[in-house]
């Protein structure tokens, strides 16, 4: 007999895909995360405590839970009503709380501090990362993470270049070569490019010719990347982002953005943070 689970937190997003689909496929299975293949994107059964991305059905499960569970790759879905069932387990999302994760810009006059607040977050940061591009450190980086960082100064300072000429196509070329670049389940260049885009949001340059230029080149260069970073991607430019992302719209404490952004992935947060103080303080000429 299936053990039944209530999810606890999930998000307007992942209601509207599972409201369109009955079946799917179990994608990959972690310590504190099962990634199931719904349609043509991922959903993300969670632990409890689990920062909440867009993706996110948040269960009470621990994280040894979790690992307990009789799941394994390849495995059916199916989804029917509010429930959604695995081999042995059905987990309900007709009572969890549902988090809008739709980015909104702030006024301007708050970009300022929310900038110095970002810059104060990612200095006093122990995280890695493209952290350690735009704060350098005494601390020396292995030869892989050194190319990766100079491989992505290149793409940045090309960017900008090219937008001081107003070639906004070519600038939004030169920043999307960043897909695909650096290691683990989300590259640190998908991360910066998701932080990119809501940097954008958040200063209200949707419409610039540059965000449109980089929106399409993005959308070009989703199977550059792999299935979970490409589902973060895919929900960036749709403007849908983590909670922690969706808190910089407003009045939040340093420590506490600290902490949302630190507790994302190894450097995931971080280097999200570090795209969005490059959108913030980037030149948008036109």
Known sequence: MSSMYPIQRTTALVRQLLSAHTTGTVHSVYRKTINLSIGNTLIALQAAGSPV??????????????????????????????????PEAVFCFDTAETVDTRLMPVPESHLPSLTAQICSVLEHST????????????????????????????????????????????????????????????PSGDDFLCGVLAGLILRNCTSHPFSLALQQQLTSR?????????????????????????????????????????????????????????????????
């Open 53 to 86: 991305s867009p993706i996110s059905l948040i269960t009470p499960l621990t994280e040894q839970e979790m690992s307990a569970l009789p799941v394994s790759v390849g495995q059916p879905v199916s989804v029917a009503g509010e429930a959604m069932q695995l």
């Open 127 to 186: 995280k890695g990362g493209f952290r350690n591009l735009l704060f350098p450190t005494e601390h020396s980086t292995q030869l892989g993470e050194q190319l990766v960082l100079a491989a992505a100064e290149n793409h940045m300072n090309l960017c900008s270049q090219e937008l001081h000429l107003f070639h906004y196509t070519t600038a939004a070329h030169s920043l999307s070569s960043l897909i695909g670049l650096g290691i683990g389940l989300t």
């Open 222 to 286: 989703l199977p550059d990347t792999n299935d979970i970073s490409r589902a973060f991607l895919n929900c960036a430019l749709q403007g849908q982002y983590s909670e922690a992302v969706c808190s910089l719209g407003y009045a939040a404490e340093e420590a506490q953005l600290s902490a949302a952004f630190s507790a994302i992935g190894h450097s995931s947060g971080m280097d999200t943070l570090c795209g969005i103080l490059y959108a913030l303080t980037l030149s948008l000429p036109g």
